[in-house]
């Protein structure tokens, strides 16, 4: 697919940044969508929040642009805390924002490709929707979706010329670990320890991953590519060997292994 024009979410920082600058050095035109624009960047911010008003917003953009060649889906949050006593409200905004903003961008996508025959769809998953995050039940259960809903998705669209790709990073050094939102319990909650150990750790490992940059690079290629690939991980070694050694173990050996680096 040669450079065409671009629609990226989450474009104000950490990898839909990463991205939309990416994307628009290599020719693309870019317009970054997010709640708060940042100023100061070679690609056309728009202000839109996936959670509203995003019908108005994409077909605002194909007025302007003529056409919609290409969707990067990256705004997203994470939500630490036990599956018990995480507030259900909290929950659902994760799940909210995670996987209904990106359905909802997706669907209003789709009518604008259809009609000029053809699209790529980028949906930035996370390892988390291959492997479960313990205290990251519900920011896993975000990600966990979308691989189904990518999955389903392309065989949908497949007639009409419109390619979907999962992207699945692991841990990344982007704002995205100060801005997670904490559930922590009480101290003398019997989760308290472990939530603790494990966030602090996973919290570590996210700011020494690959830099926001590697997975944009990996966005690009799957976006040119001749023939998309249907998912594609980013990560260290270790981390992307985790996700084949999921589908090859016992789970019972696979949990074991998994525990030790998070205190478990």
């Known amino acids: 697919m040669t450079p065409g024009v671009c629609l990226v979410t989450g474009a104000s920082s950490g990898i839909g940044r990463a991205c939309a600058d990416r994307l628009v050095a290599a020719g693309w035109t870019v317009v970054g969508a997010s709640r708060r624009p940042p100023t100061g960047v070679a690609w056309t911010p728009l202000t839109m929040d996936v959670d509203a008003g995003v019908s108005e917003r994409i077909a605002q953009l194909r007025d302007q642009h003529g056409r ?35 359905v909802r961008v997706v ?68 704002g995205f670990t100060d801005n997670r939102r904490r559930s922590d319990p009480d101290p003398d909650n019997p989760y308290a320890a472990a939530n603790d150990k494990a966030v602090t750790t996973m919290e570590r490992d996210e700011r020494a991953g690959v830099p926001a940059e590697r997975v944009a690079a990996t966005v690009v290629k799957a976006l040119t590519a001749r023939r998309p690939p249907r998912r594609v991980t980013v990560g260290t070694a270790d981390e992307r060997l985790g996700a084949f050694a999921k589908r090859l173990l016992p789970h019972r050996v696979f949990e074991r292994l998994a525990r030790g680096p998070l205190g478990l």
């Not at 969707?71 to 409200?89: I, N, R, W």
């Not at 604008?112 to 769809?121: A, K, L």
């Not at 975000?142 to 979907?164: M, N, R, T």
């Open 68 to 102: 919609l060649d290409a969707l990067v889906t990256a705004a997203g949050f994470g939500l630490s805390g036990p599956v018990e006593t995480t507030p259900l409200e909290q929950a659902r905004a994760q799940m909210e924002t995670n996987f209904w903003g990106t």
């Open 107 to 174: 669907r209003a996508a789709l009518p604008h490709m259809r009609e000029q025959g053809g699209g790529r769809v980028v949906l930035v998953g996370s390892l988390a929707g291959v492997i479960g995050l313990p205290f990251q039940a519900y920011y896993s259960a975000s990600k966990y979706a979308l691989e189904g809903f990518g999955e389903a998705l392309a065989y949908e669209v497949a007639p009409f010329g419109i390619a979907v790709t999962l992207v699945e990073p692991g841990n990344a050094a982007t």
